[in-house]
Nanobody, 120 residues
Framework: VQLQAFGGGLVQAGGSLRLSCAAS????????MGWYRQAPGKQRELVAL???????NYADSVKGRFNISRDNAKNTVYLQMNSLKPDDTAVYYC???????????????WGQGTEVTVSS
């Protein structure tokens, strides 16, 4: 199973970006999918997650600005980021709890990270 993230880049404050992350491989089921971020000198933190049924959680710092969604048929999670601030600058990692056919139990996978830079 692999997670591949796309969509990072450089944007001015107040702008928008959309991240996507697709899980591929021999997948039986996908439970949680989410996004974490790590800014320079800081610990990795949860940004948002979405469960297979569609319920979501957001970090307080992004509520009202970011929206997480998923396409279960494509095993893909999206993060729409609006009203971006310089404090949102970080490497964003996607994360998913996947049950591969060959394992038969859930395992947490991470994508490679995509850099988001918000200029003031």
């Amino acid at each position: 199973v692999q997670l591949q993230a796309f969509g990072g880049g450089l944007v001015q404050a107040g702008g928008s970006l959309r991240l996507s992350c697709a899980a591929s491989g021999s997948i039986f089921s996908v439970d949680y999918m989410g996004w974490y971020r790590q800014a320079p000198g800081k610990q990795r933190e949860l940004v948002a997650l979405i469960r297979s049924g569609g319920s979501t959680n957001y970090a307080d710092s992004v509520k009202g600005r970011f929206n997480i969604s998923r396409d279960n048929a494509k095993n893909t999670v999206y993060l729409q980021m609006n009203s971006l601030k310089p404090d949102d600058t970080a490497v964003y990692y996607c994360n998913a709890v996947v049950t591969p056919h060959e394992l038969g139990y859930p395992y947490t996978y991470w994508g490679q990270g995509t850099e988001v830079t918000v200029s003031s």
